[in-house]
């Protein structure tokens, strides 16, 4: 069961809205009116005005079958995009730092809440990728575990059960921990001169590197390099990371 709960001085009805949408969205593939009540724990009756009012408005549409998907009206938000600094402003050097290395891409992501929303990722001779959208489990992202590495403890821990009720907790290596506590003491232990590598940790023969941007947002943000651990060792991964972060800053100040 969902809880939902509007902010402080909020509207409950909007929130409500908003949570179903997301739900519709996270799920991938249709759910009827019965299965969204029954994972918000409330009436079917409440649930259907709400899916009445999406619809109406666009941004959910019944499937052939009876069940509900989200709807086109979502795809109107997209043009945001274009209003974040973050976005728009390291383009132009996150596309040059990946063709300096081939084979290599470059990721500029950002934590919010308790998700990575892949803001940027490009590689040479590929068209960059503006807002990567598909979820990706936190504990098996590099540039995830490093900023949860600057979270207290408890507050990445919550962050990271978050993200094992979304998406679950696969262990695609045996170099995945078992838990979130071990993950982020696994982490911790890989941590060296303001880096985090992962080698052979999401996939055999991938590597992925990341190191935090002090970019004046009020959330935290990270460059991430990822590819083939035989094509680059630790130490030069470290070296092109810190590179990456004084060009990239360089264009946010």
Sequence with gaps: MTDIQAPSGGVQSLA??????RTLIDEGAPLTGT??????????SSISRVLATLTDLGYVRK????????????????????????????????????????GFTVHLCLLWRTEMIYLLRTAMG??????????FPLHVSSPALRL???LPQ????????ASKKRLGWEQPTDRVPATATAA??????????DVLILDEWYDVGGLGGAIPLQTGENLPVALAITGSNDK?????LRLWLHDARRRVEATLT
């Design 148 to 150: 949860l590495l600057e």
């Design 232 to 236: 680059v060792d630790h130490a030069t």
């Design 184 to 193: 982020l003491r696994a982490a911790r232990k890989l941590l060296e001169h």
């Design 16 to 21: 409500r809205g908003l949570q179903i949408l």
């Design 126 to 135: 590929n068209e960059t990728i503006t807002f990567w959208g598909p979820a």
């Design 35 to 44: 299965e969204i009540a029954r994972r918000f724990g409330l009436h079917q």
């Design 154 to 161: 408890r507050q990445a821990l919550a962050i990271l059960a």
């Design 63 to 102: 499937a052939a079958n009876g069940r509900f998907v989200p709807d086109y009206g979502i795809l109107t938000f997209a043009p945001a995009i274009a209003q974040f600094p973050l976005v728009v402003k390291p383009r132009a050097t996150i596309e040059q730092i990946a063709a300096e290395h081939p």
